[in-house]
């Protein structure tokens, strides 16, 4: 398959992305990000992280992104309470005691479970636009409805929030995840997935279309291309399984 997701020439996957010769849990460890974010004393601010289904702290993150995208995106009919997506995405959110202070989801489709994505209609479908990725066959995401207090914006919250979804997108065996936002937090993203030396891809190519709800902001899809981290890590794991069980049969 190749592998196709800036607007020049297609390359093959090993040229999309740097080559690591140390694990996956090294590239995105907390130490990591403390090298690269250069602020270790300031990483985790007394901030607790998880993948939840705790009904409390939903509701308060349903909250926040409804406020947050009014507030940041300028929407001024936005709702943010919870939709169909929700229900089949793994969500996160950051929080300081019960407070919950950012949040976002992360929604998979696989060839063995293929599932729509929140930025998709039918006018705008991903394998359509991506024909080269082979989608249909591929397990691929979107990361989607960010929302971080303004007082945590500065700090290491959102990189560690990109962290721990790289790894979560990682784990479950995303090749290519995607986004849709407008430019500038786009770039936000960009910068953060920078850290960890990969590349975050805005299309401004592609063209989204207009929508009701976007209320006349400009919208840019956006790919982040996992395809290595996830072989190296199949390997990886494979190469442990296979020495452990070496292990076992001499022990």
């Excluded at 090993?14 to 010769?21: I, R």
């Excluded at 849990?25 to 985790?44: G, I, Y």
């Excluded at 979560?168 to 997935?193: C, D, H, M, T, W």
Aim: hydrophobic share 40%; net charge neutral.
């Amino acid at each position: 398959m190749t592998n196709l997701v800036s607007n020049n020439t297609p390359v093959s996957a090993s040229k999309q992305l740097p080559v690591y010769n140390h694990s996956l849990d090294t590239e995105l460890s907390e130490e990591h990000l403390a090298r690269r974010f250069m602020r270790p004393a300031k990483l985790q601010q007394n901030v607790e992280f998880e993948f939840t289904r705790d009904p409390g702290l939903l509701h308060q993150y349903f909250r926040l992104r409804e406020d947050m995208f009014i507030s940041v995106w300028g929407l001024k009919h936005f709702s943010g309470q919870h939709d169909g997506f929700d229900d089949i995405s793994d969500i996160m959110v950051a929080r300081k005691g019960l407070q919950c202070i950012a949040g976002g989801r992360l929604t998979v489709s696989s060839a063995s479970n293929p599932q729509k994505m929140p930025m998709e209609r039918d006018d705008f479908r991903l394998k359509d636009i991506f024909p080269q990725l082979d989608l249909p066959e591929t397990t691929y995401g979107e990361f989607s409805r960010l929302a971080i207090l303004p007082e945590f914006r500065a700090g290491a919250v959102f990189p560690e929030i990109a962290r721990r979804f790289i790894k979560k997108a990682v784990s479950n065996g995303v090749e290519y995840a995607f986004n849709l936002a407008p430019v500038p937090l786009a770039r936000g993203y960009r910068q953060a997935v920078q850290l960890f030396g990969l590349k975050w891809d805005i299309r401004q190519d592609i063209k989204v279309p207009e929508r009701e709800e976007y209320e006349g902001i400009q919208m840019v899809v956006s790919i982040m291309d996992l395809s290595l981290l996830v072989r190296n890590s199949k390997s990886a794991r494979e190469e442990f399984q296979q020495t452990h069980h070496k292990d076992v049969l001499v022990g």
